[in-house]
Structure formats: C-alpha cells, structure tokens
C-alpha cells in the first residue's frame, strides 16, 4: 500500500490511523520465511512541522535452526518510531521508503524492518547443542563415540608435536 504523506501533510486535521494486512510469503528472506500475513499497524500524529510516524507489527519467521537443523518459528514484535519532515518526502537519502511523489510504501517499509530485526542466525532454542559430529543426531545423542580424542591419523604429526 503506499501511504500519501504529503497530503496528510496538506490536510492534517487530526491523527491518522492505518491499519493493513501484509502478504510477504513471496518476498525473499534471508534464511527464514514469512508465510504468514503481518498486521500493520500505523499512527501519523503532527507535531509543528514534525509528523511523528509510529509504527507496529507482529510476523513470524520460519526457519532451519542454525545449529540442528530442526524447522522452528518464532514470533517477532516490531515497534519503530520515526519523525517525517516535509523535506523528507524528496530526500534521496531518507530513513523510510518514499516514492518520488511523497507516498510511503508500507509493504517496502515492513519487508526493510524485519531484515534488521530478525538475527541471522536463527536458533530453535538458546541451548540447542546442535548434532553430533560422529553420528549426526540431535544432541544429546546415544553415541558413545569419543569425539574429543578422535584425530584424522594424518594430523597425529601435529598432536607429537604439540607434545
């Protein structure tokens, strides 16, 4: 959806309120998916020349954990506050995505702030111990292998040296 700025500019009266439904299952991420529509939600409020733009939303990232490589999700909350001046609307360099004729695109804005916000390394839990370099389970794992001491016979020049 774009969001006419510069006309709320030109006709503020009272705080504007948008709300809107987000289909980002075919953008692409990296790593993770969204396959669920986000709910936006936006409120515009004038402050002297200053329209303070307050933005939040909930999406929920499906991923591979990094470290098991189990499917997991997890829910991220968005909340961001920028002030919008009337000179932003032509600046090239602005924080928010504005097209040339001073409208705000929202799914652009969304699909921008779930980049930043969501980590690049997806975890299914903070203590996932990941798998087993021996058998390649989730660990704990029933392998009774010594992994600590298993060396590549190649490298046990190295180990004499160490020695």
């Given at each position: 959806?774009?969001?006419?700025?510069?006309?709320?500019?030109?006709?503020?009266?009272?705080?504007?309120?948008?709300?809107?439904?987000?289909?980002?299952?075919?953008?692409?991420?990296?790593?993770?998916?969204?396959?669920?529509?986000?709910?936006?939600?936006?409120?515009?409020?004038?402050?002297?020349?200053?329209?303070?733009?307050?933005?939040?939303?909930?999406?929920?990232?499906?991923?591979?954990?990094?470290?098991?490589?189990?499917?997991?999700q997890q829910v991220f909350d968005v909340e961001?506050?920028?002030?919008?001046?009337?000179?932003?609307?032509?600046?090239?360099?602005?924080?928010?995505?504005?097209?040339?004729?001073?409208?705000?695109?929202?799914?652009?804005?969304?699909?921008?702030?779930?980049?930043?916000?969501?980590?690049?390394?997806?975890?299914?839990?903070?203590?996932?111990?990941?798998?087993?370099?021996?058998c390649g389970r989730k660990k704990p794992c029933?392998?009774?292998?010594e992994t600590n001491d298993a060396t590549d016979?190649?490298?046990?020049?190295?180990?004499?040296?160490?020695?």
């Amino acid at each position: 959806m774009l969001l006419d700025i510069k006309k709320i500019f030109s006709t503020y009266d009272a705080p504007v309120k948008v709300s809107e439904e987000l289909d980002l299952s075919k953008e692409d991420f990296p790593g993770y998916e969204v396959p669920d529509s986000i709910h936006l939600e936006l409120c515009l409020v004038l402050h002297g020349n200053v329209l303070e733009t307050e933005l939040y939303f909930r999406a929920q990232a499906v991923y591979e954990c990094a470290r098991c490589l189990e499917r997991s999700q997890q829910v991220f909350d968005v909340e961001r506050s920028y002030p919008v001046r009337q000179a932003d609307l032509t600046d090239p360099d602005a924080e928010l995505p504005f097209t040339e004729d001073g409208q705000l695109d929202t799914k652009e804005l969304v699909y921008s702030e779930l980049l930043l916000e969501i980590p690049t390394v997806l975890l299914c839990s903070d203590d996932c111990a990941g798998l087993c370099p021996v058998c390649g389970r989730k660990k704990p794992c029933a392998c009774t292998h010594e992994t600590n001491d298993a060396t590549d016979e190649r490298l046990s020049i190295l180990k004499q040296l160490l020695s």
